[in-house]
């Protein structure tokens, strides 16, 4: 069962989430797989950032690396090949990272096995990698908070963007939502963080 660290002291839960996490087996290879899913906006990247650095410097993949303009959310078949299937195999996975603002993809980026891979993103929790992950925590933010904050960070410049982009948000967590299967749910705090038992916890 996973049991959420309780302490709320700023730095002490991620602390203790990274030690829960370490101490889990492996999930994808050797490698211990963790989704961090949410909303657009919802905080992702800095609490994946934060706990990034609580386990000594784990990798992040960022799903903004995999997706595209041209695909939003009909990545997951690149990711497979390109990505998890390497790493499942214990070998040093290989991603073309995509450039928004070029709308290129970049020379491609290694990605060695490590104890604990972090992959954050919109989609984290999706079907088709849940079978990798050994936790998925989620960003419980409301929808249309986290897509104001996030319409707030990129500006005017990126509004049709935004508006394409959360059209294709409703409909990929509509066919295939992630929250259901969080083992963890993510609370940002004034300061720090709060982690509490997901709809997932104790299956």
Same mark, same amino acid.
């Given at each position: 069962?996973?049991?959420?660290?309780?302490? %709320?002291?700023p730095?002490?839960?991620?602390?203790?989430? #990274?030690?829960?996490? *370490?101490?889990?087996?492996?999930?994808?290879?050797?490698? %211990?797989?963790?989704?961090?899913?949410?909303?657009?906006?919802?905080?992702?990247?800095? @609490?994946?950032? *934060?706990? #990034?650095?609580?386990?000594?410097?784990?990798?992040?993949?960022?799903?903004?690396? !995999?997706?595209?303009?041209?695909?939003? @959310?009909?990545?997951?078949? *690149?990711?497979?090949t390109?990505? !998890?299937?390497?790493?499942?195999? /214990? #070998?040093?996975?290989?991603y073309?990272?995509?450039?928004?603002?070029?709308?290129? @993809?970049?020379?491609? %980026?290694?990605?060695?096995?490590?104890?604990?891979?972090?992959?954050?993103?919109? /989609?984290?929790?999706?079907?088709?990698?849940?079978?990798?992950?050994?936790?998925?925590?989620?960003?419980?933010?409301? *929808?249309?908070e986290?897509?104001?904050?996030?319409?707030?960070?990129?500006g005017?410049?990126?509004?049709?963007?935004?508006?394409?982009?959360?059209?294709?948000?409703?409909?990929?967590?509509?066919?295939?939502p992630?929250?259901? @299967?969080?083992?963890?749910?993510? %609370?940002?705090?004034?300061?720090?963080?709060?982690?509490?038992p997901?709809?997932?916890?104790?299956?």
């Amino acid at each position: 069962m996973c049991q959420p660290p309780r302490p %709320r002291t700023p730095g002490t839960v991620i602390r203790a989430l #990274a030690a829960q996490l *370490r101490r889990l087996p492996p999930s994808c290879g050797p490698v %211990r797989l963790v989704g961090v899913d949410g909303h657009a906006g919802s905080g992702k990247s800095t @609490f994946a950032g *934060r706990l #990034a650095a609580a386990l000594g410097g784990a990798p992040v993949l960022h799903l903004d690396d !995999i997706a595209s303009h041209e695909e939003l @959310f009909t990545w997951d078949g *690149r990711l497979l090949t390109e990505v !998890i299937e390497p790493l499942a195999r /214990g #070998a040093t996975a290989h991603y073309s990272p995509y450039d928004w603002r070029a709308r290129r @993809f970049s020379p491609p %980026r290694a990605l060695a096995p490590a104890p604990v891979i972090l992959v954050e993103g919109v /989609g984290a929790g999706r079907r088709a990698l849940r079978p990798y992950l050994a936790r998925l925590l989620w960003m419980e933010l409301p *929808r249309e908070e986290s897509w104001a904050r996030g319409r707030a960070r990129d500006g005017e410049e990126q509004r049709e963007f935004w508006t394409g982009w959360t059209a294709a948000e409703r409909r990929h967590f509509a066919a295939d939502p992630s929250r259901p @299967f969080a083992d963890l749910l993510v %609370r940002q705090l004034e300061s720090g963080y709060e982690v509490a038992p997901g709809p997932a916890a104790g299956r």
